[in-house]
């Protein structure tokens, strides 16, 4: 019966082995899935990142270029040479005014969007 025992006991610690390589294989294979995801998403975000980035960029660039372009047909329709380059920084330092008077409604909606933005994702 000795023999019959330990024939019991090998397959059963056989059996156990089997149990935890599985669980551990199983637990790897969550933490590589996990990895990946986080890889992914983080390649999301530096992709948005980088867009966001050009997009402001050229943005910009239009911005400066009409607010230049109106400054100079301000100065040519008005006979002065410095008045439209006035008259356009005016204007910006108003917009300035309203968003610095309106910025806690402003961080308020960027708040909501960027929630809803990362609750679709």
Sequence with gaps: MSA??????KVEHKAI????ENISGLVDTY???AQLEIKNRL???????ILASLLVFFIFFVLFFLSLG????INTLSGLSFLGYFIVGALYLILLIA???QR???KARIDLAIAARTKND
């Design 4 to 9: 019959e025992n330990e024939q019991e006991e």
């Design 17 to 20: 082995d089997n149990l935890i």
């Design 31 to 33: 933490v590589e899935v």
């Design 43 to 49: 390649a999301h975000v530096i992709t948005y990142f």
């Design 70 to 73: 109106i400054a100079i047909i």
């Design 99 to 101: 968003c610095f008077s």
């Design 104 to 106: 806690k409604a402003i």
